[in-house]
């Protein structure tokens, strides 16, 4: 099995910063893209931003220019730093990735319980 830990959220006032972090554990044979997706109360989950094992990344159109995806491969660790925040981003943020196992040796969808941001004066 594997187990996304999303942390860093929290309250924040508007033109603040926080950083997200993921870290993946269990059998982990690797890890291909990961992202970060958010849901806000009564709206769709949507994608925030994905970054392939190399280092491909790309964002949503709300947050470009705002948010930057990183991930260390050696620690099976991704990151969001989200800077100038807006009340707009206040979401659920959830992590989530592509992962072989090594049980299965098979492509698996992973998701974490999700660490809340709140922007708000």
């Known amino acids: 099995q594997v187990q996304l830990v999303e942390s860093g959220g929290g309250l924040v006032q508007p033109g603040g910063s926080l950083r997200l972090s993921c870290a993946a554990s269990?059998?982990?044979?690797?890890?291909?893209?990961m992202g970060w997706y958010r849901q806000a109360p009564g709206k769709e989950r949507e994608l925030v931003a994905r970054?392939?094992?190399?280092?491909?990344?790309n964002y949503a159109d709300s947050v470009k220019g705002r948010f930057t995806i990183s991930r260390d491969n050696a620690k099976n660790t991704m990151y969001l730093q989200m800077n100038s925040l807006k009340p707009e981003d206040t979401a659920l943020y959830y992590c989530?990735?592509?992962?072989?196992?090594?049980?299965?040796?098979?492509?698996?969808?992973?998701w974490g319980q999700g660490t809340q941001v709140t922007v708000s004066s």
């Open positions: 989530n990735a592509e992962v072989v196992t090594m049980a299965t040796m098979k492509l698996e969808d992973y």
């Open positions: 269990g059998s982990i044979f690797s890890i291909n893209p």
């Open positions: 970054i392939t094992w190399g280092g491909r990344t």
